[in-house]
């Protein structure tokens, strides 16, 4: 059974940084993009960013771009998010997803994780 575990989330002031880690139980994670998620309370999902199987390619949410950035390590079959600058628009509960293929395509994913919820005090 695939399961996307992710963990790192918890309450920081606004200006600190976070980094956000997903687990997979995927034996051919390499085979995977992957990318996170957030919602926020009365808000539907959102895209936050995405990267290739190889770690090659990457895309994010421009509003984010220069704050986040994603990455992964195929050997650890682990995904991360960095989250630099954090404001308190950027509380919201992060989802890990997964989707196979060779491309930054994200959506719709194959797998969801059950989320980690961010905080951001101001």
């Known amino acids: 059974q695939v399961q996307l575990v992710e963990s790192g989330g918890g309450l920081v002031q606004a200006g600190g940084s976070l980094r956000l880690s997903c687990a997979a139980s995927i034996d051919d994670f390499s085979n995977y993009a992957m990318g996170w998620f957030r919602q926020a309370p009365g808000k539907e999902r959102e895209f936050v960013a995405a990267?290739?199987?190889?770690?090659?390619?990457?895309s994010y949410a421009n509003s984010l771009k220069g704050r986040f950035t994603i990455s992964r390590d195929n050997a650890k079959r682990t995904g991360y998010l960095q989250m630099n600058s954090l404001k308190a628009e950027d509380t919201a509960v992060y989802y890990c997803?997964?989707?196979?293929?060779?491309?930054?395509?994200?959506?719709?994913?194959?797998?969801w994780g059950q989320g980690t919820q961010v905080t951001v005090s101001s």
């Open positions: 990267i290739t199987w190889s770690g090659g390619s990457t």
């Open positions: 997803a997964a989707r196979r293929g060779t491309t930054v395509l994200i959506r719709p994913p194959d797998y």
